[in-house]
Structures are given as C-alpha cells and as structure tokens.
C-alpha cells in the first residue's frame, strides 16, 4: 500500500490507486504475513490460492461485482492493475528518467520496479513485459480497457503510440 501511495502521490491520477486497497489493508489483507492478501495462504502450504469465489471477493472489495460480470476472468483483473503501471514505465524510459533511453536505461527500470514495488517480478519487470508482448499489442490492449472503462487511466502515452507506429524496441532510442 506505501508503494501505491508514493506513486500516486508523484505522478497523480496516472497512478492513482483503487482505493478497495485501503479496504484491504483495513480488513487484514496483508499478504503472506497475514496469511491473505489477493491470494490464500494457508500455513504450510507450498502455493498460494488465488480469491476466486464470488461472494468473497465481493466482501473483500466493499461491495457486489456485478459491474464486472462482463469481464469475470483474473486475466482482465491482470491487465487492469499491470498495463498502466507498464506504460508508466515506458513513459519512464522515454523521459530518460533512468538515463539515456535504451537496453541500460530500461534494465534498470526494471530492475528499480522489480526491487521497489515487486511489480512484475515474474516477467523481469515492466519493460522486459513490455518487450515480449510488443508495443502494438500494449496499445491494442490498452485502448481496449480505455473503451471497456471509459476511464483516461488506459490511454496509451503517445511514446508507447510511436514505439507501434515505428514497430521498435523498448531497447531502442526513440
């Protein structure tokens, strides 16, 4: 929740965070620590167990899912909280936040979102994602939520835009 809160309070709506967190820390959703977070994790066992019955996730998340009944699979759910954390990212990289935009720049934006927030650790951070599903795709998907949410929070940032018109790498300059 401290991560959500500091990325939102430096880059403002674009990472605004949803605020059933606030509900999930209140309620004891801690993670592995408190045993329960997004997933179950029973004491001894091996894996986790996502939050998948219906009745539950709606108590957990302040209120009835029926606004995403179109939409039930944890797939969506993925996408919604990752894809802008992603173009975040590339916005990043193309600011030269990180230094010089290319492969270095980009590995170490990875490696500060893996270590800092643990976001997409198991894609090697956001932009090794960024570089395996391509930048056409990234955009496809993004303007997709956008028109499913009607929410400016999926708008594709205009350096992800050229990177698909221009078909090149997260490695590359733009």
């Given at each position: 929740m401290?991560?959500?809160k500091t ?10 965070y949803?605020t059933?967190?606030?509900?999930l820390v209140?309620d004891?959703h ?12 029973p004491?001894?066992a091996k ?13 957990t998340f302040a209120?009835?899912l029926?606004?995403?009944k179109?939409y039930?699979?944890?797939d969506y759910?993925?996408r919604?909280l990752?894809?802008p954390?992603?173009d ?5 990289l193309d600011?030269?936040?990180a230094g010089?935009?290319g492969?270095?720049?980009?590995q ?7 270590h800092?927030?643990g976001?997409?650790?198991?894609h090697a951070?956001p932009?090794?994602?960024?570089e395996?599903l391509?930048a056409?795709?990234?955009v ?6 956008c ?5 400016g929070?999926?708008?594709?940032s205009q350096?992800l835009i050229d990177?698909?018109?221009?078909s090149i790498?997260?490695y590359?300059?733009?």
């Open positions: 401290e991560v959500l990325l939102s309070a430096a880059y403002g709506e674009r990472m605004n949803p059933f967190g606030l509900k209140a004891g801690l993670g592995r620590k408190s045993g329960r977070g997004f997933h179950l994790h004491k001894g894996r986790s167990e996502p939050l998948t019955d219906p009745v539950e996730l709606a108590a209120g009835d029926r606004n995403l179109p039930p699979d944890l759910i993925a919604r990752t894809l954390l992603v975040e990212a590339i916005r990043c600011e030269g936040v010089a935009p492969k270095f720049a980009a170490q934006i990875d490696v500060a979102m893996v800092g927030s976001s997409l650790a198991m951070g932009i090794s994602f960024a395996r391509g056409q795709k990234l496809d998907e993004l303007r997709q939520l028109d499913q949410t009607r929410s929070l999926y708008q594709p350096s990177r698909a018109k221009r790498s997260f590359e300059r733009l």
